[in-house]
């Protein structure tokens, strides 16, 4: 449980960082524990919990198909409600 928090608030650091430092980072939660523990000898009492790949980013139109029609998208945010509640589980946080 507390591996997982501090996994997520060191994943967003690493990320604004990068940022920071006019690098892209693109984080994994979906990836093979067991071929990342062979390809890097972890040891057995260390649990992988998120791949982050770290590059200099490219340009959209170096992307095909799908992929480049998702990059010069607008972004769409959840919203906050959807996330955020106040008042019990499920009860959209509003701010008044
Ligand atoms: C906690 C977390 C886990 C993620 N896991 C994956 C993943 O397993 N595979 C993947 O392709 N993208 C994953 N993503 C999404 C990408 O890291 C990235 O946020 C997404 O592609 C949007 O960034 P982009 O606009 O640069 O593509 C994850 C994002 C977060 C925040």
Redesign the pocket.
């Known amino acids: 449980m507390g591996g997982g928090y501090d996994t997520?608030a060191a994943?967003e650091n690493l990320c604004l960082e990068a940022v920071h430092q006019g690098l892209?980072a693109?984080?994994?939660?979906?990836?093979d524990v067991e071929a990342v523990r062979v390809a890097f000898n972890v040891p057995e009492r260390y649990q992988p919990m998120?791949m982050i790949a770290v590059g200099y980013p490219g340009r959209a139109e170096q992307l095909e198909g799908s992929f480049y029609e998702?990059?010069i998208a607008p972004r769409r945010r959840r919203p906050l409600g959807d996330t955020f509640f106040a008042g019990g589980f499920g009860r959209s946080w509003r701010m008044s």
């Open positions: 997520g994943s892209i693109h984080q994994m939660g979906g990836f998120a998702n990059e």
